[in-house]
């Protein structure tokens, strides 16, 4: 008897959740959206249709809607949901499909209302009374939810995926198509997060105090919030949520916490901290929200840059604060230095997956992969948090965490491993003798300083990972594109740094960066060394044919000169290419291309080991003076 597989994608994604400027609105954001989908995904399953993607049955604990960060009865984080739901059941006619996917759209839009209603009542101060009847916090997912439903019909089990495939592209035929509605706001201020849709808060006067209501949920004077941001906002406890400069500071943080543990001045200094925190409303974290929370300092890392302590003055009506109890304490009288002030956003995601399904053909076997997937990403909040990170989005194959700089590569190595492990034996079991390279992860890693808004923190995380799956003027089907790394790193002030290598290689993207990393910190690396050579590609104004030799052995040689001048800290022994990890292509393979590649390659690295460099450096001087400290007053 035939049966019927039907795919189900809500969206839309990237706009709702990179429309961020608090971690509070970026990891809300994510969790809706995964609810909403659960909220679908157990409208099927209740109503005859067995799920493939996810493989979970009618009843199962993780199609029920989850508030928080974690369920409360298991005391472990919700299965994340995908957008793109698939399921089979034995045929119906079109009405029955129809109604099924009607029914999955009215689930989503429910769970929505059920947070927007607990928003609503958490910020009932801040929203305006008389809104319009489409712009209520509840009625909003009219005009912004997308349902799409595409099916088709097979026969046997091997027809599974040519009937997936027709019913793949119904829904991309759908998708093209775009529902105009007709606007309906008004000439009030627009959403502070992208300019579109009318804010719904209260108006407030241009430097009046902030209210309680206000200051709990970070909401400034000048922010203005439309309903789906007001709901991102608010829909959750402000004290679940981890403000990005928290994540940027922890291992500066960790330091200090270890360095007070032998010195008795420190300690009194960071216990004296928290209960002034305390005292004046610092915005804080619930102890425990994530496993390196604990017994750590709670409170918002944004107090200990000064730049910020004006701006924190205003929004959070600080008096007297900063200057006795953290510039005094610690760097006046201390000399603790300032954290660094960058932080890494990491995306990851599978690739080929499409062609992996194709080859697994039957939804048994492709049930088998969407449970391995969902171990994949059940484990995903343990590897980011064993880093000090954050985890904002794990479904399916699809990874988004945030984490201080100096943990990212070694995350990224972790996830990659852990994806490998759980997926790829499927495909080795299945097609032991096949030659087909089996499904692998790409990362991408965006590195940029804590005050960038969070939205382009994504996005360039974003653009990192697409980097790392099709590199730069890689053609389609070059085996070197896809399961890599990509790191690009935004700095507040000068270029913009891309780095991509593949995992497979003779040493991991990770490790190569953690060695050149130690080569700086050791002083075997010269700082300024990668500069140097930058420099002589920038004099590459027009490259010569790349199948030059004459050309690419000189400018083999003009590194080897700059390399032959410099020494490592403390020694008079020059340095090679070997010793820095400088693969430069010998004497008779020193064509331009060769060479040019070569150099570009390892400056790229090197800058962006540079900057892990400045974030260990930064922790060990925290180390360093408590050790200090510690000797001069004998603690």
């Known amino acids: 008897m035939s049966r019927t597989v039907l795919i189900v994608a809500i969206g839309p994604v990237q706009q709702f959740i990179g429309q961020a400027r608090r971690m509070r609105d970026l990891w809300f954001g994510s969790h809706i959206l995964s609810e909403m989908c659960r909220g679908a995904a157990c409208s099927l399953a209740e109503s005859g249709w067995s799920l493939v993607f996810p493989a979970l049955a009618a009843g199962d604990i993780e199609l029920s809607r989850c508030d928080g960060a974690i369920r409360p009865k298991t005391g472990v984080p919700p299965l994340g949901i995908a957008n793109k739901i698939v399921a089979t059941r034995q045929s119906g006619d079109d009405v029955t499909t129809t109604v099924a996917v009607s029914t999955a759209r009215i689930a989503a839009a429910n769970i929505w209302k059920h947070f927007a209603k607990e928003a609503n009542g958490r910020a009932k101060g801040l929203i305006a009374h008389q809104l319009g009847a489409h712009e209520s916090p509840e009625a909003v997912i009219e005009s912004f939810l997308e349902v799409i439903g595409g ?3 097979y026969e046997a089990d091997g027809e599974f995926e040519s009937a997936r495939l027709a019913a793949e592209q119904a829904v991309a035929a759908r998708k093209v198509l775009r529902d105009f509605r007709q606007w309906q706001g008004g000439p009030r201020r627009k959403s502070s997060l992208d300019g579109q849709r009318e804010s719904i808060l209260v108006d407030r006067k241009y430097g009046e105090h902030p209210s309680k209501l206000a200051l709990r949920f970070r909401l400034s004077p000048q922010e203005h919030l439309d309903a789906i ?15 990005i400069a928290r994540v940027a500071v922890e291992p500066w943080l960790k330091a200090l916490d270890e360095a007070a543990t032998t010195h008795r001045s420190l300690d009194i200094a960071l216990r004296t901290l928290e209960a002034e925190c305390e005292k004046q409303g610092v915005p804080r974290c619930q102890r425990g929200v994530t496993r390196w929370l604990r017994g750590a300092f709670l409170y918002d890392g944004e107090i200990f840059f000064e730049g910020q302590w004006p701006a924190l003055s205003k929004e959070l009506g600080l008096k007297g604060f900063f200057d006795p109890y953290v510039k005094r304490l610690f760097r006046a009288n201390l ?6 002030p960058y932080v890494a956003c ?8 499409g062609k992996a399904l194709g080859r697994l053909g039957s939804a048994i076997r492709q049930s088998r992969l969407s449970e391995a997937l969902a171990k994949f990403s059940q484990g995903v909040r343990d590897i980011v948090e064993e880093h000090s990170g954050l985890h904002i989005y794990a479904g ?7 984490l201080p700089v100096l943990h990212a590569a070694n995350c990224a190595e972790a996830l990659r491993a852990a994806f490998i492990d759980v997926v790829q034996p499927i495909f080795l079991e299945t097609f032991p003798d096949c030659d087909d390279q089996p499904p692998t992860l790409s990362v991408g890693i965006g590195i940029a300083h804590f005050l960038k808004p969070l939205g382009n923190l994504l996005g360039l995380a974003r653009e990192a990972e697409s980097f790392a799956k099709q590199g730069e003027n890689l053609a389609d089907g070059d085996p070197r594109q896809r399961n890599a790394l990509g790191v690009i790193f935004d700095k507040r002030s000068g270029d913009t740094i891309k780095w991509r290598a593949q995992w497979g290689q003779q040493q991991s993207p990770g490790r190569r960066l953690n060695d050149l990393v130690g080569l700086l910190s050791d002083g075997r690396l010269p700082r300024k060394l990668p500069y140097e050579i930058r420099k002589i590609l920038k004099d590459v104004e027009q490259e010569p044919d790349p199948r030059d030799r004459i050309v690419g052995r000189t400018w083999r040689l003009e590194v080897l000169r700059i390399l032959a001048r410099k020494r490592p800290e403390g020694t008079e022994q020059r340095i090679t290419p070997e010793d820095i990890g400088l693969g430069l292509p010998s004497r008779e393979d020193a064509r331009v291309d060769t060479v040019l590649d070569a150099l570009r390659d390892w400056v790229d690295a090197a800058m962006i080991a540079s900057a892990l460099a400045d974030a260990e450096r930064n922790v ?3 180390a360093a003076r408590g050790i200090a400290l510690e000797i001069q007053h004998g603690d």
């Open 396 to 402: 399916g194959d699809d990874v988004v965490a945030i």
């Open 229 to 243: 941001g007001m709901v991102k906002r608010a829909g959750g406890d402000p004290d679940q949520f981890v403000p």
């Open 335 to 340: 000399s603790i230095p300032e954290p660094y």
């Open 620 to 622: 060990k001087n925290v």
């Open 346 to 353: 990491l995306h990851a995601d599978g690739d080929r997956m």
């Open 151 to 153: 099916w088709s019909t």
